[in-house]
């Protein structure tokens, strides 16, 4: 590929995230075109203690954010000349992790006088539909399931959604992780059940997963109830394992399926899409097969998404009195 001399190319976007265990960065086009998208995950740090260690994420991130962010532009063969603005989650996420990247982007945006714009992490995973080469338009229905979150999106235009349904206690990848926990399979789990579940009978154990009013999940039973199986056949669990997982995941996947049908049908929304990692699971893909879903390395987080949500916000002004947020606003 020649690569276009500065400010001959196309107006470039640099995306930084580190809201959780991955630190990611990109390169994408004002057109949504992916020039290069670099996650370095942590995971393997985390998976001796089940779960992301808030403290072990910040300092990793620390010292991944600039190396991801320079191997972003080496494959996207720019430099910061090329780079029309910066893009960053601000929050929802880790706070301490968050801190970390939105420093490194308020630097940079400094250092080179180039604009900065703080994007949600909710709003980056539906922006990752809008990165080409099949960008989806709204209107749409959106299933945003990851580990923190479980939302039902009415999203009528770029850049905003309403909140239709939402989870009242553990998000659904939270499911998949305790329950690839209580299995003893690794960190994180739910692709990890994904993979197990490949072997199982789904039909082997029945997982009820509570119904709740309206458009709303609950996934802390389901989890429950695993526990209870697992603990009622410890000496057979080796054998039974992929027929747990399969069955488990099942349980989720319907909640999931069902609810967002539930959904669609009370909105008239015409067409559905899913995002966040657990869209990356390939039993809830093919349950929904006429449902849009970015390519699995686009659900799980990711900077491009990041980059793709800050083609349709404005820079802000005073950027550096821009805090980073914890929980949704
Ligand atoms: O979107 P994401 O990368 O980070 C958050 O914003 O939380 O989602 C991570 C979640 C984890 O809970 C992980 O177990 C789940 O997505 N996940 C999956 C799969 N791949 C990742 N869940 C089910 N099946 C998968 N294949
Ligand atoms: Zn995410």
């Given at each position: 590929m020649e690569r276009p001399g500065p400010g001959t190319g196309p107006l470039l976007i640099l995306g930084i995230e580190t809201s959780c265990d991955e630190t990611a960065a990109a390169v994408v086009t004002d057109?949504?075109?992916?020039?290069s998208s670099v996650v370095s995950s942590q995971a393997h740090l985390h998976a001796p203690f089940g779960g992301v260690v808030p403290e072990v994420a910040s300092r990793h991130h620390l010292e991944l954010v600039l190396p991801v962010v320079r191997e972003a532009l080496d494959e996207a063969e720019a430099t910061l000349d090329d780079v029309e603005r910066v893009a960053v989650t601000q929050g929802p996420g880790l706070i301490g992790a968050l801190l970390v990247g939105l420093s490194a982007a308020k630097a940079l945006a400094w250092a080179r006088s180039i604009p900065l714009v703080p994007v949600d992490h909710l709003q980056g995973h539906v922006a990752?539909?809008?990165?080409?080469?099949d960008p989806l338009e709204p209107p749409f229905l959106c299933l945003l399931a990851s580990g923190g979150h479980t939302l039902l999106l009415d999203v009528q235009e770029h850049g905003k959604f309403d909140v239709l349904g939402t989870t009242l206690d553990d998000a659904a990848g939270e499911a998949f992780d305790k329950g690839a926990r209580l299995l003893g399979?690794?960190?994180?789990g739910g692709a990890e059940i994904d993979r197990l579940a490949r072997e199982?009978?789904?039909?082997a154990f029945v997982f009820p997963v509570a119904r709740v009013p309206g458009l709303d999940f609950s996934f802390s039973g389901v989890k429950t109830a695993l526990l209870y199986e697992i603990r009622s056949l410890p000496d057979e669990l080796e054998a039974l394992r992929a027929d747990l997982a399969a069955s488990y995941q099942r349980a989720i996947v319907r909640a999931l399926v069902q609810r967002t049908l539930e959904a669609a049908e009370r909105t008239g929304a015409e067409r559905i899409a899913v995002v966040g990692g657990v869209a990356a699971n390939s039993e809830l893909r093919a349950a929904l097969p006429d449902a849009v879903a970015p390519p699995p390395e686009l659900c799980t987080d990711n900077a491009a998404m990041i980059a793709s949500a800050a083609r349709y916000a404005e820079p802000v002004g005073r950027y550096l009195a821009v805090d980073a947020y914890a929980q949704s606003l």
């Open positions: 057109a949504g075109e992916i020039r990752s539909l809008y990165l080409a080469p399979l690794g960190y994180p199982g009978d789904p039909e």
